[in-house]
C-alpha cells in the first residue's frame, strides 16, 4: 500500500514539476501544490526509512556534503550582517534537495519509460499551450494587458512585448526535445521540430544555445565530428549574433505593429530587459569586484547579494561561487560527477542517454540563467541521477 500511494505521488510530482513552473501557479497565499507534494514525498519517505534502511551510502555522503554547504552559507551570512529574511530567500530553494531519499527508495528500474513518457507528453502539451496562448493574444481574443494582469503576479512569467512570452517552465521545450530525439518514436522529429520552434518562439536563446552544445557534444561522443562541429558553430552563432537578431526582428515588427511603440520594440521588446546580456556581465564585475581571499574559499554567505541582484543572479555557478565559494562548486561538481558514473555504469541504452544529456542540458543552461539551484531544475537533476543508477549493469 506505502509503495502504490509513493508511486501516485512520484507521478503527481513529476507532473507538476514538468507544467507548474516555479510552483507559483497553483499557489494559494504561500503554499502552493508543489510544497504540499513535497512534504507528503517527505512524510512517506521517513516512513519507508523506518521500515527498511536501504539508501546507498554514497547518497547519505551528498546529504552530509549538501548540509555542509548550506551550513557554511548560513554561518557565513550571519558574520556578515545578511538579514534572515534573504538568508531565508537563499536556503528556501535549496533545501528541494531533500526530496532525493524519496526518488531513491520509489523509484525502480521498470519506471524509466514512465518518466520518460510524462516528460515527452508534459513538454508537447506545455509548448501547444503556448502556441495556442500566442495566437489568443496576437489575434486580439485575448487582450495582452488581461493577460498580464492575470499572470504577472505569480512572478512565473517574463513578456517578450505584448507578442509573445517566456514561462519558468520553459526550460521542458529543451528536456522533451533530448528525449525525444533519444526514443524510437517515428514521429520524434516532428515533435522535437514543434519544442524547438516553441523555444524560438519564446525568445529564449539561452535554451537554443544549451541544446546546441549538448547535441555537440554527444555527436563528438559518437565520433560523428563534422556534424559534431556543425552543432557547436550554431551555439557560437547564437552567441555572437543572437542578440543582433533579436533586435532586428524587433525593429521588423515594430514597423509592422501598431500596438507597440518603437521605445518598447527597440531593442528589447523580444529580449527581455531585465534578462540582457549587459545584465549578465554587470552581475559578474560586481562579483568580481567583492571577491576575496576568504570569499573564493566559501564565499561571503546566503543573503549577501550584489548591488544590481540583491537576491538572486541570473548565473547560477556565479550566484554559487559569490555565496557559498568554491566549496559550493565543489558540491554541484560532485553531483556532476555523480551523473556521469552514473550514465558510464549504466547498461547502454536510448534512456540512459536522455537521462543522462537532460541532466547535461541543465547544467549548461545554469551558464546563462539559474536552474540548477532552483527546483526545477534540481529536482530534474536529481531524478535522472536516480534513474541512472537503477539502470546500472550491476546493481
Given at each position: 500500500?506505502?509503495?502504490?500511494?509513493?508511486?501516485?505521488?512520484?507521478?503527481a510530482?513529476?507532473?507538476e514539476?514538468?507544467?507548474?513552473?516555479?510552483?507559483?501557479?497553483t499557489?494559494?497565499g504561500?503554499?502552493?501544490?508543489r510544497m504540499?507534494?513535497?512534504?507528503?514525498?517527505?512524510?512517506?519517505?521517513l516512513i519507508?526509512?523506518?521500515?527498511r534502511n536501504?539508501?546507498?551510502?554514497?547518497?547519505?555522503?551528498?546529504?552530509g556534503?549538501?548540509?555542509?554547504?548550506?551550513?557554511?552559507?548560513?554561518?557565513f551570512?550571519?558574520?556578515?550582517h545578511?538579514?534572515?529574511?534573504?538568508?531565508w530567500?537563499?536556503v528556501?530553494p535549496?533545501?528541494?534537495f531533500?526530496?532525493?531519499p524519496?526518488f531513491?527508495?520509489?523509484?525502480d528500474?521498470?519506471?524509466?519509460?514512465?518518466i520518460?513518457?510524462i516528460i515527452?507528453?508534459?513538454s508537447?502539451?506545455l509548448?501547444?499551450?503556448?502556441?495556442?496562448?500566442?495566437?489568443?493574444?496576437?489575434?486580439?481574443?485575448?487582450?495582452?494587458?488581461?493577460f498580464?494582469?492575470?499572470t504577472e503576479k505569480t512572478v512565473?512569467?517574463?513578456?517578450?512585448g505584448?507578442l509573445?512570452?517566456f514561462?519558468?517552465?520553459?526550460l521542458?521545450?529543451?528536456i522533451?526535445?533530448?528525449?525525444y530525439?533519444f526514443?524510437?518514436?517515428n514521429?520524434?522529429?516532428?515533435?522535437?521540430?514543434?519544442?524547438?520552434?516553441?523555444?524560438?518562439?519564446?525568445?529564449t536563446?539561452g535554451?537554443?544555445f544549451?541544446l546546441?552544445?549538448?547535441?555537440?557534444?554527444h555527436?563528438?561522443?559518437r565520433?560523428?565530428?563534422?556534424?559534431?562541429?556543425?552543432?557547436?558553430?550554431?551555439?557560437i552563432?547564437i552567441?555572437l549574433w543572437?542578440n543582433q537578431?533579436?533586435?532586428n526582428?524587433s525593429?521588423?515588427v515594430?514597423?509592422?505593429?501598431?500596438r507597440?511603440?518603437f521605445?518598447?520594440?527597440?531593442?528589447h521588446?523580444l529580449?527581455g530587459?531585465?534578462?540582457?546580456?549587459?545584465g549578465?556581465?554587470e552581475?559578474?564585475t560586481?562579483?568580481k569586484?567583492?571577491i576575496?581571499?576568504?570569499?573564493?574559499?566559501?564565499?561571503?554567505g546566503?543573503?549577501q547579494g550584489?548591488?544590481?541582484?540583491p537576491v538572486h543572479?541570473?548565473?547560477?555557478?556565479?550566484?554559487?561561487?559569490?555565496?557559498?565559494?568554491?566549496?559550493?562548486l565543489?558540491?554541484?561538481g560532485?553531483?556532476a560527477?555523480?551523473?556521469l558514473?552514473?550514465?558510464?555504469?549504466a547498461l547502454p541504452?536510448?534512456?540512459?542517454?536522455?537521462?543522462?544529456?537532460s541532466?547535461?542540458?541543465?547544467?549548461?543552461?545554469?551558464?546563462?540563467?539559474q536552474?540548477?539551484?532552483n527546483?526545477?531544475?534540481m529536482s530534474?537533476?536529481?531524478?535522472f541521477?536516480v534513474?541512472l543508477?537503477k539502470l546500472k549493469?550491476?546493481?
Open positions: 500500500m506505502l509503495k502504490r500511494i509513493s508511486k501516485i505521488v512520484l507521478i510530482i513529476l507532473v514539476l514538468c507544467l507548474g513552473g516555479g510552483g507559483r501557479i499557489a494559494l504561500n503554499v502552493s501544490l504540499v507534494l513535497f512534504c507528503i514525498a517527505m512524510i512517506l519517505a519507508t526509512l523506518i521500515k536501504n539508501i546507498p551510502l554514497r547518497y547519505w555522503r551528498i546529504f556534503f549538501f548540509f555542509l554547504t548550506i551550513l557554511i552559507g548560513v554561518v551570512g550571519l558574520l556578515n545578511s538579514p534572515l529574511k534573504l538568508i530567500e537563499d528556501k535549496l533545501l528541494y531533500l526530496i532525493l524519496f531513491v527508495l520509489t523509484i528500474k521498470s519506471e524509466g519509460q514512465e520518460a513518457r515527452k507528453i508534459s508537447v502539451t509548448a501547444v499551450s503556448f502556441f495556442l496562448l500566442v495566437f489568443l493574444i496576437n489575434v486580439g481574443i485575448i487582450p495582452f494587458l488581461n498580464y494582469r492575470l512565473e512569467f517574463f513578456y517578450r505584448e509573445t512570452f514561462y519558468k517552465g520553459f521542458f521545450f529543451g522533451g526535445s533530448i528525449f530525439y526514443s524510437d518514436s514521429k520524434k522529429y516532428f515533435f522535437i521540430s514543434i519544442l524547438v520552434l516553441a523555444i524560438i518562439v519564446s525568445v536563446r535554451f537554443l544549451s546546441a552544445v549538448t547535441f555537440a557534444i555527436l563528438f561522443k565520433r560523428l565530428i563534422y556534424y559534431s562541429v556543425t552543432a557547436a558553430m550554431v551555439a552563432s552567441v543572437g537578431v533579436t533586435i526582428f525593429r521588423l515594430d514597423s509592422n505593429n501598431r507597440v511603440s521605445e518598447a520594440a527597440s531593442p521588446l529580449g530587459r531585465n534578462y540582457s546580456d549587459a549578465r556581465f552581475q559578474i560586481e562579483v569586484d567583492r576575496s581571499f576568504s570569499s573564493v574559499l566559501v564565499g561571503h546566503f543573503g550584489v548591488p544590481s541582484r543572479m541570473e548565473i547560477s555557478y556565479l550566484e554559487i561561487f559569490h555565496k557559498q565559494g568554491f566549496i559550493g565543489a558540491f554541484w560532485l553531483l560527477g555523480m551523473v558514473t552514473g550514465y558510464r555504469q541504452s536510448l534512456l540512459a542517454n536522455a537521462f543522462f544529456f541532466a547535461l542540458f541543465i547544467f549548461i543552461e545554469s551558464l546563462t540563467n536552474y540548477i539551484n527546483p526545477i531544475g530534474m537533476l536529481l531524478l541521477l534513474c543508477d549493469m550491476k546493481q
